[in-house]
Nanobody
Framework: VQLQASGGGLVQPGGSLRLSCAAS????????MGWYRQAPGKQRELVAV??????????DSVKGQFTISRDIRDNAKNTVYLQMHSLKPEDTAVYYC??????????????????WGQGTQVTVSS
């Protein structure tokens, strides 16, 4: 199983970026996918989460600024996005994808409740 995050980069204050996280491998079903971030010298913090039922939750600091969504197309349904608008220097961090899912093969499924992908750097600077 792999979580592939992409879309980070350098953006000016007030700009936008869209991060993608694609889950691949022997995944049976996904309970939840989300984004966390870690700024230099700070602890990793939750940014946004999307459940399989479509519920979302956000950190107070990004409400109204970031939107988490998923790709509903059958061939990409294990992909979530984080659309970020009005970016500020304090949004600078490494953003990590996280997932809670069932994986394995028919008749033998295992739950992985806290799987991390590699991070993608977001830098907001003029």
């Amino acid at each position: 199983v792999q979580l592939q995050a992409s879309g980070g980069g350098l953006v000016q204050p007030g700009g936008s970026l869209r991060l993608s996280c694609a889950a691949s491998g022997s995944i049976f079903s996904i309970n939840r996918m989300g984004w966390y971030r870690q700024a230099p010298g700070k602890q990793r913090e939750l940014v946004a989460v999307l459940t399989s039922g479509g519920s979302t939750s956000y950190a107070d600091s990004v409400k109204g600024q970031f939107t988490i969504s998923r790709d509903i197309r059958d061939n990409a349904k294990n992909t979530v996005y984080l659309q970020m608008h009005s970016l500020k220097p304090e949004d600078t961090a490494v953003y990590y994808c996280n997932a809670d899912f069932w994986y394995g093969s028919s008749g033998k499924w295992t739950r992985e409740p806290n799987y991390w992908g590699q991070g993608t750097q977001v830098t907001v600077s003029s």
